[in-house]
């Protein structure tokens, strides 16, 4: 396995800080215990009678559902740890668990639904839109372009290969439309937009801003659908998140230009200005800027931090349905803010010097991370073959800075 090889390197056993009571997100009370109602009804509950309750050997943190033990670990400098043993678990939840409840998630420009587990585990299902081998057509503006369910299972596993572990966990599930949507839903509104195509098909359409009509409705094969789930991150009335415009977001006009794109000295203002005047956040950002230029993501105009760190964490990269939609072109303007500010971690340079290298080719790795998906292939060949292409053009872009 390429993959486990990969981890075992020393680039991926750097440590991180020691993480004190107040770089966690959660403290949480260790007597707290999570038990299954004994009336069978598969419901959670929270009880603090665990010396009590708990088989011998066993810690209160045993009883939590994955989900809460993923939250629980989420700490100032990563999302979750390197060698984590919960993710197959949780990855395999978000796949397998009987889902008891689907609405339609609020705001967003496309229709995504939130469904909820009996264990009070939620993840956030984008359905599919697209096939794989679909390109998006080269006269379609970024901000009108399809949100991919397989962009967002690759993007989780392509974050986790880069070593950044700043996107939540994502699988891809196969849904049953009729049995886990539309018979279980309570939101009113997405239930009107049901209806029998006329080759016999299951299909909704939901409201929205973008392709959320019966043009565009998303139907079964009869009932059956792929779509993504993600696992959420805790609630924001438990974890507030602030979201931060980014400083290279695109304008979002059909003509105008944005202002990094017509003023080449334009990083030395961003240099200046908070938070970016200080400690790495500028550099997280570039590690972002890499991330969605290897996958073509042009859409990246916000993004978001635990507001309990404050200035001193990673980046949330979140919401990357706009990724992989094109394999035949590389959109270098997504890497501005790297050829503008000349600056990238050593540790993410060094990085991605070993994933170009034939032991530890980037598309291997990654084809490699999603035939464990229960929806692999998740990504057409060449998309795959890109990822090396691309990757081979930020290291032209960071040799360039080296030699100015």
């Known amino acids: 396995s390429k993959l486990a090889a990969l981890f075992e390197?020393?680039?991926y056993n750097i440590p991180i800080p020691e993480v004190t009571e107040k770089d966690k997100l959660f403290v949480v009370n260790p007597m707290e215990k999570f038990s299954l109602r004994s009336s069978g009804s598969d419901e959670w509950v929270s009880s603090s009678k665990a010396e009590t309750l708990l088989p011998t050997g066993k810690t209160a943190y045993d009883t939590y559902p994955t989900w809460l033990k993923f939250h629980v670990g989420i700490n100032r400098y990563e999302l979750y740890p390197r060698q984590d043993p919960l993710l197959p678990k949780l990855l395999q939840d978000l796949a397998t668990q009987r889902i008891i409840s689907s609405v339609q998630k609020s705001g967003g420009t496309q229709l995504k639904l939130i469904m909820t587990f009996?264990?009070?585990g939620q993840a956030l299902f984008k359905p599919m839109k697209q096939t794989r081998d679909q390109e998006t057509p080269?006269?379609?503006f970024y901000f009108s372009d399809f949100e991919r369910h397989n962009a967002e299972i690759a993007a989780f596993h392509l974050d986790r290969i880069l070593d950044f572990r700043r996107i939540p966990p994502v699988s891809g599930r196969l849904v049953n439309i009729t049995k886990e949507i539309?018979?279980?839903?309570?939101d009113k509104k997405l239930a009107k937009t049901f209806f029998i195509s006329p080759a016999g098909n299951v299909c909704f359409y939901g409201e929205c801003s973008y392709y959320c009509s019966t043009e565009h409705?998303?139907?079964g094969k009869p009932d059956r659908l792929e779509g993504s789930m993600a696992a959420l991150l805790p609630d924001k009335t438990l974890a507030k998140r602030r979201s931060w415009r980014s400083p290279w977001r695109r304008s979002y006009h059909k003509s105008k230009k944005a202002e990094w794109e017509l003023n080449p000295n334009y990083c030395a203002r961003v240099r200046e200005t908070p938070p970016y005047d200080r400690g790495h956040r500028l550099l997280d950002l570039i590690d972002m800027t890499i991330l969605d230029f290897l996958m073509g993501n042009m859409d990246r105009h916000h993004y978001e931090t635990f507001e309990k760190f404050g200035n001193d964490t990673f980046l949330l990269h979140l919401d990357n349905g706009r990724g992989f939609g094109t394999h035949s072109r590389d959109e270098l303007s997504i890497l501005a803010?790297?050829?503008?500010?000349c600056s990238i971690k050593k540790s993410t340079y060094l990085r991605l010097q070993l994933l170009a290298t034939q032991s530890y080719r980037l598309s291997d790795l990654l084809r490699e991370a999603l035939a464990a998906d229960p929806?692999?292939?998740v990504l057409a060949e060449p998309h795959l073959r890109a990822l090396d292409r691309r990757l081979g053009k930020v290291l032209?872009?960071?040799?360039?800075c080296l030699a100015r």
């Open 9 to 11: 390197h020393p680039l």
């Open 118 to 120: 009996p264990n009070y």
């Open 138 to 140: 080269i006269d379609f």
């Open 182 to 186: 539309r018979d279980i839903t309570t």
């Open 217 to 219: 409705a998303l139907c």
């Open 337 to 341: 803010p790297l050829q503008q500010c």
């Open 375 to 377: 929806l692999s292939p």
């Open 396 to 400: 032209v872009e960071v040799g360039h």
